[in-house]
């Protein structure tokens, strides 16, 4: 069970280090938001060698990388999988089953030219918009990949174009259709 997630700025030695020794479930090295554009290559070339010589003990180990609407994702991708102590990829803007297709068929190439078993490397989608929620499902059906559907919280927000509650009932709908989607998917 992932009960917490803790998120690591790429570009941040000091974080990436020692991430794994705070007790999480698990560890997402952010290559997306927690990334200035001017350091995007700075922190595919850190996480790819942390994820070659690190050391997380028993904490699951993912990335966020940027968005597939985005020139970087193919690149962030190429930077990881190598490492074969990937186990997985957290996609924001997740919203469309063609967007998951295309990054797992991007994978798939990738896992075959690096030796790493076909499927080994999980998606975790981050629904970032209406039309995401709207279509949970068939986000969650659309690869044998997919893990894990998610909302994307201070996204989903500004698409709603509402503002956060202290509550954070704004999102209530959104995380029970997740939900309600993900147990339909199995």
């Known amino acids: 069970m992932r009960r917490t997630m803790l998120y690591l700025p790429g570009n941040n030695p000091n974080m990436l280090v020692r991430g794994h020794l705070f007790g999480s479930d698990g560890i997402v090295m952010d290559m997306e938001d927690a990334v200035a554009l001017s350091e995007k290559d700075a922190a595919r070339i850190m996480i790819s060698k942390f994820l070659r010589r690190g050391d997380f003990g028993s904490v ?5 990388i940027n968005g597939a609407d985005t020139e970087f994702w193919k690149k962030d991708l190429e930077a990881i999988v190598p490492s074969k102590r990937l186990d997985g990829v957290r996609l924001p803007k997740a919203d469309s089953p063609q967007v998951i297709r295309d990054v797992d068929e991007e994978l798939s190439r990738l896992e075959d030219k690096y030796g790493i078993a ?19 499902y068939d986000v969650a059906t659309a690869s044998r990949r997919v ?4 909302p994307g919280g201070e996204d989903l927000v500004a698409d709603l174009k509402t503002s956060r509650t202290p509550e954070g009932t704004e999102l209530e709908w959104s995380r029970r259709m997740i939900v309600i989607a993900a147990r339909a998917a199995g």
């Open 118 to 136: 076909q499927g080994h490397i999980k998606l975790f989608c981050i629904l970032e918009t209406a039309y995401g929620i709207w279509h949970a």
């Open 147 to 150: 893990t894990a559907i998610l």
């Open 60 to 64: 699951e180990v993912t990335v966020r």
